[in-house]
């Protein structure tokens, strides 16, 4: 297998630019637990490494973002991209013992798959923490691990400001098309020639523009309103955190029906996924019924489409915006009318392009409240209940995916530094609904977390009963398109 580096005499000199706004959000979360990116793949075929890693370098030519280390400068405090010509990856192997050490280490008296475990040692593997400030760190590291029954794990990890949930998407489909042995065609088109500009430097003009009074009023009642902001019960606010996951998952008849009974009513699943999670975290606290909360949800968008010049969607790097927005629950909510609530003030919101003005809030608070944990409950860093992506993934990879042996993947990002209380990453995956429900260890528990997810479960597969019937006339009022 030859080589993708260039000989040193052809060596050219790094290409450097300075991280944009939102990137530095993420590179000042990512230290401390919130935006290491993983996508996590068993494998039942011997996966050939130095193939893989060739194909994985080929990958880093094609987006050289992923090829980029983090150069951080003490004297200014800033951050900056450093890409070099030739491609870095190397997979790390690991062997079966050394592979059942770590799944012996993991504590937990769940019974989960190798699979979920070794997803959440990736997730808490931070190459970005107590590092040498004077030394560049890469954003991009695999690693196959080797299991007692002739499988395999393939890990892929990543810096979140240089992989939103649209790129991990893309990194995994033309890995597997570099395995079907059609990555050079297919991708020929979407090569980057460059390290892209952040979203900022693509929003149209105009469309961010806000009075500096305004930006002034937006931060301090974001702030404020915080203050009125319910959480799921913390069990642990002091010992060291980590992040873990709970999987909701679907069959192909259930998701089926669900994705019917969204388009029928014109709401997204988004918005049904949300509203199930915030009547489920009132139903398992255990309040009474008439007391209503205030959840924060956090939804986040991919504006690849809406930018200038429009970026493809095969374009790497992180190019989603958060909108934040709150709803009063109370017990006995109605969840079809909850989810229409949620997915019309995501509409508002986008409609207003505060998706664009308040980027620059947003990220001054997230900063802010990564700077000074206090200013949460609790010290907890939690800045909502909920995250979620207004698109699902929809993998059509099934063929693709028996060239690698691919049995089953999870895909999400780590959240237990400043974030949610539970992160969201929906896929729909042979036409079954499979949720990775990431969130913070001990600040809640896994059987809080189990209990909070089952509860969700059952409220989406009740919001089902009855497929098929006419929505009668009340809801026809209801109803708009999300």
């Known amino acids: 297998m030859t ?31 919130t935006g290491t990116t993983v996508l996590a793949l068993l494998l039942s075929k011997p996966p050939h490494v130095p193939f893989l890693q060739n194909a994985l370098r080929r990958l880093q030519i094609s987006h050289p973002i992923l090829n980029s280390k983090l150069r951080f ?47 959440e040692h990736e997730l808490n593997k931070n190459s970005w923490k107590d590092t040498d400030p004077s030394l560049d760190t890469h954003l991009f590291f695999a690693s196959v691990y080797a299991l007692h029954d002739d499988k395999w794990i393939l890990t892929l990890r990543l810096h979140t400001s240089a992989c939103d949930r649209a790129s991990a998407v893309t990194l995994l489909r033309e890995l ?33 523009n806000k009075p500096f009074w305004a930006h002034g009023m937006d931060v301090l009642g974001y702030s404020l309103n915080s203050f009125r902001f319910s959480n799921l019960d913390f069990k642990d606010t002091v010992s060291p955190r980590v992040s873990c996951v709970v999987r909701l998952q679907l069959n192909a008849e259930e998701t089926g029906r669900l994705l019917s009974d969204c388009e029928r009513r014109e709401t997204k699943l988004f918005g049904l996924l949300a509203a199930a999670g915030m009547i489920a975290s009132h139903s398992i606290k255990g309040i009474p019924r008439d007391q209503w909360e205030k959840y924060a949800v956090v939804t986040l968008v991919n504006c690849r489409s809406i930018l200038d010049p429009v970026l493809s969607s095969n374009h790497i790097g992180f190019y989603h915006s958060a909108v934040l927005h709150t709803h009063n629950v ?46 949460t409950p609790s010290g907890s860093l939690r800045t909502s209940l909920i995250s979620i992506f207004e698109d699902h993934v929809i993998d059509h990879s099934s063929k693709m995916s028996q060239e690698m042996g691919l049995e089953d993947f999870i895909g999400c990002a780590s959240v237990h530094g400043v974030g949610p209380s539970i992160a969201i990453f929906d896929t729909i995956r042979d036409e079954k609904l499979d949720c990775a429900c990431v969130y913070p260890y001990p600040l809640h528990s896994r059987e809080q977390m189990q209990e909070l997810v089952d509860e969700m479960r059952r409220i989406i597969l009740d919001a ?19």
């Open 3 to 33: 080589s993708l580096s260039p000989h040193p005499a052809d060596a050219v000199e790094p290409k450097t630019r300075s991280v944009g706004a939102t990137e530095l959000s993420w590179c000042k979360a990512v230290p401390g637990g």
């Open 73 to 119: 400068d003490p004297a200014s405090s800033s951050f900056s991209y450093v890409t070099p010509s030739a491609a870095h990856i190397e997979i790390q192997p690991f062997d079966v013992q050394s592979t059942s050490q770590i799944l012996e280490s993991c504590e937990t008296t769940a019974q989960l798959s190798p699979l979920h475990l070794i997803l």
């Open 176 to 208: 597997m098309e570099e395995a079907k042995g059609v990555g050079g065609v297919e991708r020929g088109m979407h090569k980057e020639m460059g390290v892209s500009l952040g979203i900022e430097e693509y929003i149209p003009a105009g469309q961010a």
């Open 330 to 375: 109370k017990g006995g909510e109605n969840v079809w009318e909850l989810a229409k609530r949620i997915c019309m003030s995501l509409v508002n919101a986008k409609n207003n392009k505060k998706h664009f003005t308040d980027m620059a809030d947003i990220n001054f608070l997230m900063c802010k409240a990564i700077e000074n944990p206090g200013v």
């Open 464 to 482: 089902g009963v009855g497929f098929g019937n006419s929505p009668d006339k009340n809801e026809v009022d209801l109803q708009y398109s999300c």
